[in-house]
């Protein structure tokens, strides 16, 4: 990422867990943040989640990601288990060189793509030199 940072992650230390009545398990899902000259983009692995239960929210300044999983099967005896059952969440601190009305999102595959594309003040613009 470039050197002024346009989105923060928190510390590990400093992730909240957002109160759930659900009684899963809550997961930080991993994510890749790529810079282009028009936009970010941020991909996030969310395994086992539908379109439907994404949550995608800008408030305050902050880009907040809720997906919930739903149970693969219904209660079963099993063998061998080792997939866990849970909601993603995670929160980004964006800072103000975002185009927030222009956030756009889609989910394919269990990877969320999120589109924050630069304001036009900070995209790199070429100035024409004229010959005098």
């Known amino acids: ?11 590990k230390a400093e992730v909240t867990t957002p109160e759930l009545t659900r009684g899963t398990a809550t997961f930080t899902p991993r994510v890749d943040i790529i810079e282009t000259a028009e936009e ?7 395994p ?10 800008f408030e305050n300044g902050e880009l ?7 149970p693969r099967y219904n209660p079963a005896a099993f063998l061998f288990n080792e997939y866990e059952v ?5 929160v980004f601190t964006l800072n103000e060189t975002i185009d927030a ?9 269990g990877v969320l ?4 594309p630069k304001s ?7 100035i024409t030199v004229q010959e005098k």
Do not use: W
């Open 64 to 70: 907040i990601l809720l997906g919930r999983c739903h």
């Open 86 to 90: 849970g909601d993603f969440y995670r």
């Open 48 to 57: 086992g989640v539908k379109p439907d239960d994404v949550d995608v929210r």
């Open 1 to 11: 990422m470039a050197g002024n940072s346009i989105v923060k992650a928190e510390k």
């Open 101 to 109: 009305e222009k956030i756009s999102a889609e989910l394919k595959q």
């Open 113 to 116: 793509t999120v589109h924050l």
């Open 40 to 46: 970010l983009l941020l991909y996030a692995d969310l």
């Open 120 to 126: 036009e003040a900070v995209k790199p613009r070429k």
